[in-house]
C-alpha cells in the first residue's frame, strides 16, 4: 500500500501489470497531518482491507473514491 500525494503514482500502479498493491491518493487540499489521519480513520471504517489491497483510493477533502485495480 502507497499513500501519497503526488498525481503520478496513480497511473504507474494503473499501467503496471502487477495490480497487488494499493494506493491512497490524497488530493484537492493543503493537507496537516491530523486532516490526514482522520481521513485514514474514515477510510479505514467504511473500506475493507482486502478491497483497499487492490484499488485506487482517491480522499478529497469532501469525499473518498474508490477505484478498482482489477478492470479485465
Request: aromatic share 6%; glycine share 2%.
Amino acid at each position: 500500500m502507497v499513500i501519497t500525494a503526488d498525481l503520478d503514482f496513480p497511473r504507474l500502479i494503473a499501467i503496471s501489470p502487477d495490480k497487488r498493491s494499493g494506493l491512497i491518493l490524497f488530493r484537492g487540499a493543503d493537507w496537516k497531518l491530523n486532516a490526514i489521519c482522520e481521513s485514514l480513520d474514515r477510510m479505514f471504517a467504511t473500506i475493507s482491507e482486502q478491497r483497499l489491497a487492490l484499488s485506487i483510493v482517491v480522499v478529497e477533502p469532501s469525499r473518498i473514491r474508490v477505484r478498482n485495480l482489477n478492470t479485465e
